[in-house]
Each structure stands twice: as structure tokens, then as C-alpha cells.
């Protein structure tokens, strides 16, 4: 069973930054792509960015340019850090692994943006 446990939420300003991590563990297998998808309240959750055991990156239009994901494989963590944060950047923010062709899930971590 993979575990995977978010950190690094909370409260900014519009304007400002946060550092998201999620450690993974307790998977036999490598984990593939891992990234992050976000849900916002009376909204439907959405793709934000995704890293490959490669390095090679995919990113919602919405956060290019502002947004950076990296992983440190040896300690099977992704990042994301998230710069220039809009109030509709405001949401929860889920981390995913997929091991085996299964996606896993963490808890979520709140992000929220003042204006």
C-alpha cells in the first residue's frame, strides 16, 4: 500500500509563494509520474502539473510560467512550488503517485490565497 502525505499549505497573499511536498512511501514498486491536481469548493478537480521518472514535466495552461514541479526520487518526494499565487490558485491541493498503473492519492492540503 503506498502512503503519500502532503505538507507545506496554508495562507498567502495574492502575489506570494508556498512550497508544496509530498513524500510517498511503502510502494514495492517505482513510483512513475507523480504531480498534482487542485479542487476548488463547487468545482470539479483539475490537473496542475505532472513529473515523469525522466524529469520531463507537464503543466495546466493556468499555472505555466508560475508554477514548478521537481521530485527527489531517492526520497520519493515531488515538490510544487507555486509563485505569483492568484485567489483562483486558491483550492486543495491533491499530490498522486502512480505505481503499477495505479494512481495513489493523498489527503490534501489547503491552499488559500487572500486578495
Known amino acids: 500500500q503506498v502512503q503519500l502525505v502532503e505538507s507545506g499549505g496554508g495562507l498567502v497573499q495574492t502575489g506570494g509563494s508556498l512550497r508544496l511536498s509530498c513524500a510517498a512511501s511503502?510502494?514495492?514498486?517505482?513510483?512513475?509520474?507523480m504531480g498534482w491536481y487542485r479542487q476548488a469548493p463547487g468545482k470539479q478537480r483539475e490537473f496542475v502539473a505532472r513529473?515523469?521518472?525522466?524529469?520531463?514535466?507537464n503543466y495546466a495552461d493556468s499555472v505555466k510560467g508560475r508554477f514548478a514541479i521537481s521530485r527527489d526520487n531517492a526520497k520519493n518526494t515531488v515538490y510544487l512550488q507555486m509563485n505569483s499565487l492568484k485567489p483562483e490558485d486558491a483550492a486543495v491541493y491533491y499530490c498522486?503517485?502512480?505505481?503499477?498503473?495505479?494512481?495513489?492519492w493523498g489527503q490534501g492540503t489547503q491552499v488559500t490565497v487572500s486578495s
Open positions: 513529473i515523469f521518472g525522466s524529469g520531463s514535466t
Open positions: 498522486y503517485g502512480n505505481a503499477a498503473g495505479y494512481n495513489y
Open positions: 511503502g510502494s514495492r514498486f517505482r513510483l512513475n509520474d
